[in-house]
């Protein structure tokens, strides 16, 4: 089985997909346009921020799993994959340490001028007056939205600084807010007022795009610094820029739109030049400890794959299939047992939509339970019923 890797993993992790029998192609300076005239031969591909559009879907007929070394599957087109049977899975949370200490690295180098500090240095410019007139955090205000691993590990280590902590995200509640030492907002714009510093920690979908709008930015404090280091739709930025032109706030971005694709080379942004705004270039999970933790679980999901044919963080998944009928069979653990049951479906027109077989211990009876998408008749029932060296017993139960 061969499988493709389009983004850099650490060696260590190459090696373990070696072991694991696969014939590896590590071709970490794959791009969008490489993926998209397919991959004739591979089986599995995992990639980081490389895109996978639905070019690559189509064109890879062999593909069967893709492994998102990361969180946000944003870059991957699942809606194209679940129409090819494709697995899309992703390794959440092994990066979120690495994420919030680049969080709070923004946040204390625009308090502090630490960029400006060390470009002086080097330039043979001395200014300490100039780089004497840091706030400082402590006491002062952190908003954080999201409160996910990411968002989590932020508040832990800003809590550390003495900053104090208002929150919002969806799953929220006062309950786990007093938990977690932190004051629950009830709106994102409740944060923006009050707080000196507004970090974002959100996945990328559909409910977040734009969420942090035009009106939140134009609430925060003059003054206030802006942090993202989640991805760049969830942030209105057209408007994020005017508030950085006119110099009411600050920024740390790690991520924003004109971000290039390519791993190396020149490129232009019309945050440049902006005294007030510093950007990473994506580099939030980027640290060793988190690649060798995101490598490793991806090896982990590819091991599952091939060795019990299960995928662990199974995003594409249906959660609930409509079937209105469900038909338990008990029967005897013999070859072609399962197989003559569904033909006896099949001859009735009737969709098995779900199925799950289970064997009890000493491997002599086993349980398959069936989703259907229509009741059968009593003539299909009894035709699988009687099939007594076979079927043990045949229940018919409606799922609503």
């Not at 999201?146 to 919002?168: C, N, P, S, Y």
């Not at 995101?294 to 090896?299: F, L, P, T």
Request: overall charge negative.
């Amino acid at each position: 089985m061969k499988i493709t890797i389009a983004d850099k993993l650490p060696a260590e992790a190459i090696k373990q997909l070696e072991l694991l029998g696969l014939n590896v192609d590590n071709n970490p300076g794959l791009k969008e346009a490489d993926l998209a005239s397919g991959l004739p031969e591979s089986q599995i591909l995992i990639v980081r921020s490389t895109v996978v559009n639905r070019d690559c879907v189509d064109n890879s007929p062999k593909l069967s799993l893709i492994i998102r070394a990361g969180a946000g599957v944003n870059n991957i087109d699942i809606e194209a994959a679940s129409g090819k049977g494709i697995y899309v899975a992703n390794c959440p949370g092994k990066n979120a340490i690495a994420v919030a200490e680049l969080t709070l690295g923004l946040i204390l180098s625009l308090d502090r001028f630490i960029p400006q500090n060390v470009s002086d240095f080097h330039a043979g410019k001395w200014n300490k007056a100039a780089y004497s007139k840091a706030d400082g955090l402590f006491g002062k205000t952190l908003g954080i939205i999201g409160t996910g691993m990411i968002g989590q590990e932020v508040i832990k280590r800003a809590q550390g600084f003495g900053l104090d902590i208002v929150a919002w995200s969806r799953s929220l509640t006062p309950k786990i807010a007093d938990e977690m030492n932190v004051e629950c907002a009830k709106s994102i714009l409740d944060v923006a007022k009050s707080s000196d510093i507004l970090s974002v920690h959100l996945a990328m979908n559909d409910q977040t795009k734009g969420i942090i709008s035009k009106e939140i930015l134009s609430a925060m404090k003059d003054g206030a610094m802006f942090i993202n280091t989640s991805r760049d739709g969830v942030v209105d930025e057209e408007a994020l820029f005017e508030e950085l032109k006119n110099g009411r706030l600050k920024a740390g971005l790690d991520v924003f739109s004109e971000e290039p694709e390519f791993k190396e080379g020149e490129f232009e942004s019309r945050f440049q030049g902006m005294d007030n705004v510093y950007i990473t270039h994506h580099i939030g999970a980027s640290t060793y400890q988190a690649q060798m933790a995101v490598a490793e679980d991806a090896v982990d999901i590819v091991r599952g794959y091939l060795q019990e044919g299960k995928v662990r963080n199974w995003l594409n998944r249906c959660e609930h299939t409509e079937s209105p009928w469900q038909l338990v069979v008990r029967h005897y653990d013999k070859p072609g047992v399962i197989a003559n049951v569904m033909n006896e479906l099949k001859e009735a027109q009737i969709n098995a939509q779900e199925l799950e077989n289970v064997i009890f211990d000493r491997k002599i009876a086993a349980c398959c339970t069936i989703q259907l998408d229509a009741e059968p008749s009593d003539k299909v029932l009894k035709n699988i019923r009687t099939r007594q060296d076979e079927v043990i017993s045949a229940t018919l139960v409606p799922r609503r």
